[in-house]
């Protein structure tokens, strides 16, 4: 009987310990993620679930500084994967955050053109007459759009440019007001380029020291503070593995890292 009992309180272990892992693996996670990260973040995901087939990522997108109003209001997000550290670093300051902001990746700004091959195009380029449509992301909430004003800045463009303008909410719709003609160039990020939809576009990079880096951070806020399944998801992101896929979609991964 005492040898019966014993096996029998071992398996009840054993199905409690099983039954934690299962439901920690099938806790919902979700992502509020930068639209410059997503043809990035989709395959993150992607990678994550093949090796937690029970993990529920749930990825939303747009721009970082909507999000960041979002999740102070109190938006139901368990990440925040910003285009830049400023908004996460904000979050943590103001207690929305489970520790600190970590950044993760490096974006890059491009010049893209559905009807001119754009590799050979400068920002100098964008004064000519056949571009009357310029679209970048509004730089009052969209990194991207942020950096896109200051390298026309650095450049002595702004002032001549600005009449051209048209502000996307964030760098996706960006990239579709140029895709569907409604732009006829963009300032876009490099991550973008690596969209199926655009494989084999000409872009050209443009050169980092006429803007302020592109730092791009994370958070897990303080909803995820207790979710195994953003815990998770946050380690995956700073493993080998994870960085390869970032570096596969245009960005460089911080030494810090």
Known sequence: MPHLLKRLLAG???????????????????????????????????DYRSSHPGAR?????????????QIENGAPFDLFFSADM???????????AAGEAVPY????????????????LTLQSLTAERFRRIAIANPRHAPYGARAEE???????????EPKLVFAENIGQALQMVHSGAADVGILALAQM???????AAFQVI??????????????????AENPAARGFAAFVQSPEAQRILENYGFSIPRSH
Not at 57 to 69: D, K, N, P, Q, W
Not at 86 to 96: I, K, R, T, V
Not at 151 to 161: E, I, N, P, T, Y
Not at 194 to 200: A, F, N, Q, R
């Open 12 to 46: 009840m272990t054993s199905f409690a310990l099983t039954l934690t892992v299962a439901q920690a693996d099938q806790t919902t996670a979700r992502i509020a993620a930068a639209a410059s990260l997503r043809p990035a973040m989709d395959e993150l995901v992607a």
């Open 86 to 96: 400023d908004f996460p670093q904000a979050l943590e300051a103001a207690g929305h």
């Open 207 to 224: 050169d980092a020291d006429l803007h302020q880096p592109l730092e791009n951070g994370y958070i897990i806020t303080r909803r995820g």
């Open 105 to 120: 990746a490096e974006g890059r700004l491009v010049l893209w053109s559905g009807g001119d091959d754009a590799s050979t």
């Open 194 to 200: 690596h969209g199926l939809s655009l494989e084999g």
């Open 57 to 69: 990522l749930e990825a939303v997108y747009g721009s970082s500084g909507s999000f960041r109003t």
């Open 151 to 161: 390298a026309l800045r650095s450049s002595g463009l702004w002032d001549a440019l």
